[in-house]
C-alpha cells in the first residue's frame, strides 16, 4: 500500500531564503509525482507534474526533482516571498489509477 | 472563467439530512474525481469517474452517491448526513485520469450539526 510522507510538517522562514520541501513515498511503482500548493480556505493547484521518467521539472523559482529508485521528490523554492506561504503537498499516481496525497508541509515566509 | 466550479461554498446542515454537491468542469476533460479533505488537512479520494463511468469507489459508505449526468458534471449527494461526515469536500479533472495534471475546485466545506 502506497504511502505519502513529507517532512517537515510546518515551516518558517524570513523572506528571501531559498528552501527545501521533502516528500518520500513508499512504492517507487509510480506513474507520476505531482506538487501542489493550497492556500487557506481553497482549493489546491498544480504547481509541478513529473513524470517517473523524468528527473526533474522547472517553473519559475521552483524546481522539483524525482528519485524513484530511493522513493523521493523535492520541491525547491528560492529566494522565497511572503506570498509563498501556503499548504504544499505531494502526491503520486501508479497502478491504482489514483493519487495518493502527502499529510502536507505548511510554509509561513514572513517579511 | 472558473475551470472547475462547485457548489454551494459552504453547506451547514443537521444530521440526517440530505443533501446535494454540484460539480461543472469547462476544461474539456475526460476524468473527473471527489476528494475529501478532514479536519487533519488529509487528503483522500472518493471517486473517479471517467467519461460518465464509475472508474473508482474508495469504500466509501453507500450513503454517498455519485452521479455524472455528462463528462462535465459530477454531483455528489450524501444521504442520512452523520456527524463525520464534517469536512471539505473537493472535485477535481484531469485530461486523462492520473497520468495528467489535476484541477481543482475551491472545494464544499460541509459542517453538519
Known amino acids: 500500500k502506497q504511502e505519502v510522507t513529507q517532512i517537515p510538517a510546518a515551516l518558517s522562514v524570513p523572506e528571501g531564503e531559498n528552501l527545501v520541501l521533502n516528500c518520500s513515498f513508499t512504492?517507487?511503482?509510480?506513474?507520476?509525482l505531482q506538487w501542489f500548493r493550497q492556500d487557506p480556505g481553497k482549493g489546491l493547484t498544480s504547481l509541478l507534474l513529473?513524470?517517473?521518467?523524468?528527473r526533474e521539472q522547472t517553473s519559475g523559482r521552483l524546481n522539483a526533482s524525482l528519485d524513484k529508485s530511493s522513493g523521493r521528490s523535492t520541491l525547491y523554492i528560492a529566494a522565497s516571498q511572503p506570498g509563498d506561504s501556503a499548504t504544499y503537498l505531494c502526491?503520486?499516481?501508479?497502478?491504482?489509477?489514483?493519487?495518493?496525497f502527502g499529510t502536507g508541509t505548511r510554509l509561513q515566509v514572513f517579511p | 472563467d472558473t475551470a472547475v466550479s462547485q457548489t454551494p461554498k459552504y453547506l451547514v446542515t443537521q444530521m440526517g439530512n440530505d443533501k446535494s454537491i454540484k460539480c461543472e468542469q469547462n476544461?474539456?476533460?475526460?476524468?473527473m474525481y471527489w476528494y475529501k479533505q478532514d479536519s487533519k488537512k488529509f487528503l483522500k479520494i472518493m471517486f473517479s469517474?471517467?467519461?460518465?463511468?464509475?472508474?473508482i469507489n474508495e469504500t466509501v459508505p453507500n450513503r454517498f452517491s455519485p452521479k455524472s449526468p455528462d463528462k462535465a458534471h459530477l454531483n455528489l449527494h450524501i444521504n442520512s448526513l452523520e456527524l463525520g461526515d464534517s469536512a471539505v469536500y473537493f472535485c477535481?479533472?484531469?485530461?486523462?485520469?492520473?497520468?495528467?495534471?489535476?484541477?481543482f475546485g475551491p472545494g464544499t466545506r460541509l459542517t453538519v450539526l
Open positions: 477535481a479533472s484531469s485530461d486523462r485520469g492520473v497520468t495528467d495534471t489535476q484541477y
Open positions: 513529473i513524470q517517473s521518467s523524468q
Open positions: 502526491a503520486v499516481s501508479g497502478n491504482t489509477d489514483k493519487l495518493i
Open positions: 476544461l474539456g476533460h475526460d476524468t
Open positions: 469517474y471517467n467519461n460518465k463511468e464509475l472508474i
Open positions: 512504492d517507487s511503482a509510480i506513474y507520476n
